[in-house]
């Protein structure tokens, strides 16, 4: 089956503008999370969304959002985009259960100019 | 606030070398707890996961991992390492119940091995 698609792999972008991620999950999850990567503070949880509702929300400030679609589509959005936004964004994806596994997506690489 | 720690950040073995991963967690509540691993150019993917059951659980490419609840650990472990091991190792829990799929992560091993 087809694993997590997102898109773009690749952003550049500089301070002060917005950018919008895709997540496509694996057929039949219902559950995708997002997750920040950087080599200073490692894997960090952002949100995650579960039929279309917000279910888990990290600590980032607000400037980062997301939303679900009904065909279980996930967008992240981040605003006034800081130097220290530059990150690997990762999704994941799973049926919706704290014992099932979560399923990555390649991620987007976004860097601030 | 619930936390993972990984103590080793860089791992250097020669082929044919057992391994072992430490990690410890901060909770607690009930736990479900998972290895993945980042292999170079690659997604992450998951080793093995340990949910209720047996604490020792077996996962892809010869990995195990024992859960002792009394020290709140969850190390891995590879009897003989190959060249092809060489990645990334992150231990994660998930100790929000039934309802909730947000991950905490320790911060990694980077395992290098040697041929």
């Known amino acids: 089956k087809a694993g997590v698609t997102q898109t773009p792999r690749y952003l550049i972008k500089t301070r002060g503008q917005q950018v919008t991620l895709s997540c496509s999950p694996i057929s039949g999850h219902r559950s995708v999370s997002w997750y920040q990567q950087t080599p200073g503070q490692g894997l960090q949880f952002l949100f995650e969304?579960?039929?279309?509702?917000?279910?888990n929300k990290g600590n980032f400030p607000g400037r980062f959002s997301g939303r679900q679609f009904s065909n279980s589509r996930s967008e992240m959005n981040v605003s006034t985009l800081e130097l220290g936004d530059s990150a690997l964004y990762l999704c994941?994806?799973?049926?919706?259960?704290?014992?099932?596994?979560?399923?990555f997506g390649d991620g987007t690489r976004l860097s601030i100019l | 606030a619930q936390s993972v720690s990984q103590h080793n950040h860089h791992v250097i073995l020669s082929e044919a070398a057992s391994l072992e991963l430490g990690c410890n967690y901060s909770y607690g509540g009930t736990v479900n707890l998972f290895w993945y691993v980042q292999y170079p150019g690659q997604h992450l993917q998951l080793l093995l996961k340990?949910?209720?059951?047996?604490?020792l659980v077996k996962g892809i490419k010869g990995f195990e991992a024992e859960f002792i609840k009394s020290k709140f650990s969850f190390n891995l472990r590879k009897p003989s390492v190959q060249w092809s091991d060489t990645a990334e190792y992150f231990c994660?829990?998930?100790?929000?119940?039934?309802?909730?799929?947000?991950?905490?992560f320790g911060t990694g091993t980077l395992l290098a091995v040697q041929p």
């Open positions: 340990y949910f209720s059951g047996d604490p």
């Open positions: 994941a994806s799973s049926f919706g259960t704290a014992n099932q596994p979560q399923h």
């Open positions: 994660a829990v998930n100790a929000g119940g039934g309802a909730t799929n947000k991950l905490i």
């Open positions: 969304y579960f039929s279309e509702t917000q279910r």
